[in-house]
């Protein structure tokens, strides 16, 4: 006999300063096992599993991310009462936003979605340690004007064969950026960020292992003067072989929203 199934999306929020990303490792702690761990207690004997939407690194924090929820045999009684029971439970540095229900032809990887990264950066002096969790600070004077140019390089349909950490024979190079931009931050602010502070924000339907923060190590080296506009828009040509090394502190990148196709 076949045994019912039931599917809930739940939105999260996380800081991932202390964590090792999202996906369970043995012996370490990461968002999944934490969230498997109090789901492990806040349901008892019911049998469950979950699916994330995005695999994030160390130290990648997260102002809303998804996961699906799965439950075998019984559905969850009251998904209000079960939220007020899953955030008492859950370490005070994840957060769950919103849980509702979804039918079986929902697919948190497969179905269409959006999601928004930022990586908050400062350069020059050096940041308030309390700023140290959500953003990186690199010493040197950087060309921020340039780099603004650059991150316009990256919008639209490239190959980031480049901009990729071992891509296997079957992995999909070639992405679309709606959106790459760097402005000064006026959205994420404390009073122990410094003076002055930029955000690169990135949009797109999914990226590559460490794109975006080969993407911004590449825009570092830019503002450095170590690489130049031209070299940067080469190194988007399917048949140029100019591997970015320098990946950005994972510390600054932040996953802001994943938003879900109805």
Same mark, same amino acid.
């Given at each position: 006999?076949?045994?019912?199934r039931y599917y809930y999306l739940v939105k999260i929020q996380y800081l991932g300063y202390r964590l090792h =990303? ?33 695999? /994030? ?39 769950a936003l919103s849980i509702k229900e979804v039918d079986a032809g929902f697919n948190i990887i497969q179905h ?11 350069? =020059? ?30 919008? =639209? ?7 990729? /950490?071992?891509? /296997? ?12 931009? *760097?402005?000064?931050?006026?959205? *994420? ?33 830019? =503002? ?20 970015? /090394? ?17």
């Amino acid at each position: 006999m076949k045994q019912q199934r039931y599917y809930y999306l739940v939105k999260i929020q996380y800081l991932g300063y202390r964590l090792h =990303g999202w996906q369970r490792q043995p012996g370490l702690k990461t968002v999944e096992g934490l969230v498997k761990k109090t789901l492990k207690f806040v349901l008892g004997d019911l049998r469950f599993k979950i699916l994330g939407s995005s695999r /994030t690194d160390a130290m990648v924090s997260a102002h809303e991310s998804a996961f699906e929820l799965f439950t075998d045999h019984e559905p969850l009684e009251n998904l209000a009462d079960f939220l007020v029971l899953f955030n008492k439970n859950l370490p005070p540095d994840i957060r769950a936003l919103s849980i509702k229900e979804v039918d079986a032809g929902f697919n948190i990887i497969q179905h269409p979605k959006k999601k928004e990264y930022l990586y908050l950066f400062s350069f =020059g002096r050096k940041s308030h340690p309390f700023a140290a969790p959500l953003m990186a600070t690199f010493p040197e004077k950087l060309e921020v004007d340039l780099m603004m140019q650059g991150a316009k390089l990256f919008e =639209g349909k490239h190959s980031f064969h480049n901009y990729c /950490t071992k891509p /296997t024979p079957h992995t999909v190079l070639q992405r679309e950026i709606v959106l790459c931009e *760097i402005v000064p931050n006026k959205e *994420i602010t404390a009073s122990f960020f410094p003076d002055k502070s930029f955000l690169l924000r990135v949009t797109g339907s999914g990226f590559l292992r460490n794109q975006i923060r080969l993407m911004m190590g590449c825009l570092v080296q830019l =503002g450095r003067g170590e690489y130049t506009i031209e070299e940067v828009q080469k190194s988007l040509d399917p048949d140029v072989k100019m591997p970015m /090394t320098y990946i950005a502190p994972g510390s600054g990148l932040i996953l802001n929203k994943v938003e879900f196709d109805q």
